[in-house]
């Protein structure tokens, strides 16, 4: 099948470590935001459904606007210093909102501005730091192991985020909340800057003009079908992710009174799949063929949302076991995706693969935050879950024409 196991541990890569650390820890600061900052407009401002939507529409909304050029300016600069910048960038705005909101200067508006230029700075990390790893791996056999170890990560947080981002809203008030994702932050600056691996410069004679850079990038994930299978599903997988989530949190809230500590419990709980994937992942890619294993695990991920539906109000055992269905296959299907993803891309076009990735995948989830939030207010948010679910169960079919499924072992980098 593949040689995962025949290359030396990614353990002993001490600059590898201090990266996974301090992405590990900004990733269980994102997971207290992701939940604290909805509360906050909800709980300070008394939000309605369409307000809620369109803060998660501008938390994601940068992506679909900014990802590709960002990307065409990754590659051309040192990953490194533009990922100092914006984790700078995102500590200092998560502090302003609990600061403002003692000094009695917070309102909605200025929560959904300062969303979305943390969404802005979120876009320039986010299509750093997968284009960093390679620098730092350097051995393609690796790619594996590292993609397994950062989803274990997210899983992680995924796991304790919520939860704790739950208690700490209960306790504090969301807005105070944020200040330990702004300390996630601060931990994740100082990890980069103790890496002592140089990044190789970018060569100045590759650049070209930005929109052939952004038409090349284009060009290879649209043309190579494997990427293109990956980017349009995940797509959709992302629209259907973020928009059972928010339309869940507002079902919660609204509709069954759920308190924020109950809501973390449920999603932390669930998030426990998510790790047990990532988890597992490396092992059973090593055991099964990889498409069949990506069909099964895209195939929970996408059917997960229907156990929702057929719930009756209040069940939270049926709630839990469906984020659980859809974390579960999430962890095993994202260390597959970032794999291949790797492996089928040059070091020269990474940013801009990255970049084209994120513009459709977190571009899926932008609309899907701003669905959500409109089709709850339109019809109710059990009739607008209901909808959702249905809608994500018709991709399975998709899945069965993808050349991904088809894949019996990761392609040779």
Not at 13 to 37: H, K, M, P, Y
Request: glycine content about 10%.
């Amino acid at each position: 099948m593949t040689t995962l196991d025949q290359a030396p541990t990614l353990w002993r890569n001490r600059d590898f470590r201090r990266f996974w650390f301090g992405e590990s820890v900004s990733l269980l600061g994102t997971q207290i935001t992701t939940l604290a900052l909805p509360l906050t407009a909800i709980h300070a401002f008394g939000a309605t459904d369409s307000q809620v939507g369109l803060l998660r529409f501008l938390q994601l909304a940068p992506y679909l606007g900014l990802a590709l050029i960002f990307g065409v300016w990754v590659d051309r600069a040192r990953r490194r210093r533009v990922m100092l910048g914006a984790n700078l960038v995102r500590m200092v705005l998560l502090a302003m909102i609990p600061t403002l909101h003692w000094l009695d200067l917070l309102d909605l508006p200025s929560l959904l501005l300062m969303a979305c230029a943390i969404g802005i700075a979120s876009v320039l990390f986010d299509v750093s730091w997968m284009s960093y790893v390679p620098a730092l791996v350097e051995d393609p056999r690796h790619y594996v192991e590292a993609s397994s170890k950062l989803g274990m990560s997210s899983s992680a947080a995924d796991v304790a985020g919520p939860g704790l981002a739950g208690l700490l809203v209960s306790w504090l008030t969301a807005p105070v909340a944020l200040i330990v994702d702004a300390c996630s932050y601060a931990a994740s600056v100082v990890s980069l800057l103790l890496i002592r691996r140089p990044e190789p410069r970018p060569d100045p004679a590759a650049r070209r003009h930005l929109g052939v850079e952004l038409r090349d990038g284009l060009r290879w994930v649209l043309g190579t079908p494997l990427l293109r299978a990956l980017a349009l599903i995940g797509c959709c997988c992302n629209f259907s992710m973020v928009t059972v989530w928010t339309m869940f949190l507002l079902y919660g809230t609204h509709d069954l009174h759920l308190g924020s500590r109950t809501l973390g419990v449920i999603f932390a709980t669930a998030s426990v799949g998510g790790l047990i994937g990532a988890a597992s992942a490396r092992r059973i890619i090593g055991r099964f063929p990889v498409g069949r294993v990506y069909l099964v695990a895209q195939s929970m991920l996408l059917l997960g949302p229907l156990l929702i539906v057929v719930a009756p109000g209040g069940w939270v055992v049926l709630f839990v076991l469906s984020f659980f269905v859809t974390y579960l296959g999430l962890g095993v299907a994202g260390v597959i995706i970032v794999s291949l993803r790797q492996s089928s891309t040059p070091q020269a076009m990474m940013g801009r693969m990255t970049a084209v990735f994120r513009t459709l995948l977190f571009g899926g989830g932008a609309l899907g935050g701003l669905t959500a939030g409109l089709l709850a207010d339109a019809v109710g948010a059990h009739m607008a879950l209901t909808i959702a679910a249905v809608a994500s169960a018709a991709v399975v079919v998709a899945l069965f024409f993808s050349p991904v499924s088809r894949l019996r072992s990761l392609p040779v980098p």
